[in-house]
């Protein structure tokens, strides 16, 4: 079976999983924070776990725990976890594994096999490299920001121009006059839908 085709038949089951770093100011100079998110490729709803400037062993088994509550209050089934080799996963992988989730490791440079997290991962970078972020706090913030624009607002070419959540997105054939914009961050992340009748 090619990967493509793992990928297509189990992509209701299957979850990816990466971290991506960021620069952030803090009152003893610039500091990298790593973040961490999750997305289920059957639906592209994405889960940002966190962020930390040290993503040592607690922390990651931290998270796997809440991937698991996660998962279990989602109703979305996770058999199969994608990620890198990146040893920071290891403390996560002997929780995930306990959990009876396989993990699975992409090769080295080939980010195309976890494209999905990739993608979501340049849709971050999108907004975050416009902004100055002040603080772990601020970061947390903007990334949730973006999860939510993502999982409410956000269609999807892959699912249609689908919402992962669901979201009643309007019809391209609304009048101007018809359509409202939501935006939040400045500007960065906006919405359109159309207006609700009076």
């Not at 009048?175 to 906006?190: F, H, I, K, Y």
Request: proline share 6%.
């Amino acid at each position: 079976m090619s990967w493509k085709e793992f990928i297509q038949s189990h992509m209701d089951v299957t979850w990816a999983a990466d971290l991506f770093t960021e620069e952030v100011w803090t009152l003893s100079g610039l500091v990298t924070c790593y973040v961490l998110f999750f997305i289920h490729l059957g639906t592209r709803r994405v889960w940002v776990a966190g962020c930390t400037p040290h993503p040592d062993a607690a922390w990651m088994r931290q998270q796997a725990r809440n991937f698991s509550i996660v998962i279990h209050e989602s109703e979305r089934a996770c058999r199969y976890l994608i990620h890198d080799n990146d040893t920071v996963f290891r403390p996560f992988d002997a929780v995930a594994k306990a959990a009876e989730i396989k993990i699975v490791k992409t090769p080295p440079w080939t980010p195309l096999c976890n494209a999905f997290a990739e993608r979501h991962v340049r849709e971050c970078r999108e907004t975050l490299d416009r902004m100055i972020l002040i603080g772990e706090g601020h970061l947390h913030h903007v990334v949730k920001k973006i999860e939510s624009h993502h999982n409410a607002q956000r269609p999807h070419q892959g699912l249609d121009n689908g919402i992962p959540m669901g979201f009643d997105y309007p019809p391209a054939a609304a009048e101007p006059d018809d359509v409202c914009r939501e935006s939040s961050l400045g500007g960065l992340l906006n919405h359109y839908h159309a207006a609700k009748a009076a």
